[in-house]
Nanobody
Framework: QVQLVESGGGLVQAGGSLRLSCAASGRTFSSYDMGWFRQAPGKERESVATISWSGGTTSYVDSVKGRFTISRDNAKNTVYLQMNSLKPEDTAVYYC??????????WGQGTQVTVSS
């Protein structure tokens, strides 16, 4: 069974950093563009960052440009999100999944990121 497990979240003060990891099991995602998504309380899930299957192309939502970096290690079937200069508005549950809905697996539990002011 395909499973995505996100980890690395936590409580951090504004200006701090966290590194999130997303490990896939049951199926390789090395052929797919992958993304990190987040959902804050009362808001819809939004795409935060995406990375092409080769890792050569990345994109970010404007609110995180210059602060977040997405990367991947296809040999480990893992995607990362380095988050620096965190702000209270970054508080959310973070998820990873394929960018293309056709290749998405059921959403995992995500990892909670809480940024205190």
């Amino acid at each position: 069974q395909v499973q995505l497990v996100e980890s690395g979240g936590g409580l951090v003060q504004a200006g701090g950093s966290l590194r999130l990891s997303c490990a896939a099991s049951g199926r390789t995602f090395s052929s797919y563009d992958m993304g990190w998504f987040r959902q804050a309380p009362g808001k819809e899930r939004e795409s935060v960052a995406t990375i092409s299957w080769s890792g050569g192309t990345t994109s970010y939502v404007d609110s995180v440009k210059g602060r977040f970096t997405i990367s991947r290690d296809n040999a480990k079937n893992t995607v990362y999100l380095q988050m620096n200069s965190l702000k209270p508005e970054d508080t959310a549950v973070y998820y990873c999944n394929a960018v293309n809905r056709r290749y998405r697996t059921p959403w995992g539990q995500g990892t909670q990121v809480t940024v205190s002011s």
